[in-house]
């Protein structure tokens, strides 16, 4: 039995099938479900399928860099509150900037300056504001700029816990996605250690690859046994693509986040 409540991502998993159908997939396999951005989805279809979903991105567009960005993510990110309601969702995902449909961003930032640090802690708090107003959590995740993201602002882990932990608001926490971490800056059990107080979900996938757990170079069931030896006992996600059979990978993912 897992420690955790684990997801899994229906953008990368059983991607023969339509989105609904993976999502029911998915959640009789006993996972809760991911989603990326909901204004592509038939969020009433998926609503009517019964799963549990565990987070979803909770803006379209914008950027915490500059006074126009961060008022058209706030705007969004308002936008994407009743999608998150009516599917039950409680944790929104937020980058740094609004990314392309490859995970490229939209606007490039080769140099993050002090005043664009300013603005993204204030547009935090907004952020965190709207949150407690309407009961979810948005969650900053850090992303890796060395081979899926690159120009993305405030991408290490080291920034997004910089940032969440000054604006310091339960409605705002990290999402730690591992994998990104690992490319990004490695030493994962130091690093969930650090990060404790503040993650909101934790994401996984293996490197290289982005595959599910066992397929590349990170002890997992060491991660794992990391969150527990820090009392984290929420949702773990698999956001990762299968390296063969779904339903394999999905089970290689749940024996890698099983403890003893």
């Known amino acids: 039995m897992s420690a ?3 997801a899994a991502c229906a953008e990368m998993i059983f991607r023969d099938l339509p989105v609904v159908e993976r999502v029911r997939r998915i959640h009789d396999l006993g996972f809760a479900v991911e989603i990326w951005d909901w204004t592509t989805h038939d969020i009433a279809a998926l609503a ?3 799963a549990t979903f565990s987070s979803m991105t909770g803006y379209v567009t914008g950027s915490l860099t500059d006074d126009a960005g961060a008022d058209e993510l706030l705007a969004t990110a308002e936008r994407s509150i009743p999608v ?9 995902n937020l980058h740094g900037t609004g ?6 961003p ?10 664009m640090w300013l603005k993204a802690g204030h547009t935090l708090g907004r952020i965190a504001a709207l949150g407690e107003r309407h009961g979810v959590v948005f969650c900053l995740e850090n992303l890796n700029t060395a081979v899926d993201h690159p120009g993305t602002p405030f991408a290490r882990a080291a920034d ?5 932990a000054a604006v310091d608001h339960p409605n705002l926490r ?3 996605d591992v994998y990104h971490a690992q490319i990004g800056e490695g030493n994962l059990v130091e690093l969930i250690t650090t990060c404790a107080p503040y993650i909101g979900e934790v994401q996984v996938a293996d490197v290289p690859g982005r595959c599910e757990p066992g397929t590349g170079e990170i002890n997992y069931p060491r991660v794992a046994q990391a969150l527990r030896d820090v009392g984290y006992t929420g949702t773990v996600g698999l956001e990762a693509w299968a390296s063969g059979d779904s339903e394999v990978a999905l089970e290689r993912f749940r024996r890698a986040f099983s403890l003893d």
């Open 160 to 164: 997004t816990l910089a940032l969440v």
């Open 84 to 92: 998150a309601a009516q599917l039950g969702i409680p944790r929104l």
């Open 174 to 176: 990290l999402m730690l």
């Open 48 to 50: 009517a399928t019964g």
């Open 106 to 115: 939209v606007v490039p930032v080769e140099v993050v300056t002090g005043a």
């Open 4 to 6: 955790f409540t684990l």
């Open 99 to 104: 990314l392309d449909g490859r995970g490229l």
